[in-house]
């Protein structure tokens, strides 16, 4: 029974097709509740999350970013921003944010929710753009997009595990042997 739970994880893939359903904040809350349960360096939890859910905004996020169509059909999209104020230290915002981000993606999954991260850093024009589009201050960066929705498409669980790139104490010896 336990080792069924790891299926939230990997059964999730990237969702880039949605139906019209609205995702309700209830949700919305349980999701960005997740994300901020994340582990972060210190504790310092350096993150920001914009939600956004207006059409207008998602179409100029389109403009700006050449692989979010999917945001056409979803529902809602979350901007995970990391504080430059608030990191641990220089650079730790990005680990943070990443943990972030990925406790969105499984939420959602747990949910019964799609999700597709959509890379923002460190392409630095694709973050100059963002920052600007949403009005963010100088010292918050933003990390990744996030689409939301509930998922027009399955997608199999394709093999991804591969021994070979499990190593025992060192380099030398394979973890798993044959």
Request: proline content about 6%.
């Amino acid at each position: 029974m336990k080792m069924e739970k790891l299926n939230y994880i990997l059964d999730r893939r990237s969702i880039r097709r949605y139906t019209s359903q609205k995702i309700g904040n209830k949700e919305m809350k349980a999701i960005l509740t997740a994300a901020m349960y994340a582990p972060s360096a210190v504790n310092m939890q350096p993150w920001h999350f914009v939600v956004i859910d207006d059409p207008f905004l998602m179409e100029k996020i389109m403009e700006i970013h050449p692989h979010a169509r999917m945001l056409q059909t979803t529902s809602h999209a979350v901007v995970v921003c990391g504080d430059e104020q608030l990191q641990h230290d220089d650079g730790y915002w990005v680990v943070d944010c990443g943990a972030a981000t990925q406790n969105i993606l499984l939420a959602a999954q747990t949910l019964g929710l799609g999700s597709c991260w959509v890379g923002l850093h460190p392409r630095e024009e694709r973050k100059r753009s963002f920052s600007r589009l949403l009005h963010l201050p100088s010292h918050v960066k933003p990390f990744a997009l996030v689409a939301l929705g509930y998922p027009e498409e399955q997608k199999p669980r394709p093999e991804r595990f591969h021994a070979e790139k499990v190593r025992s104490n060192g380099w030398e010896k394979p973890f798993f042997q044959e």
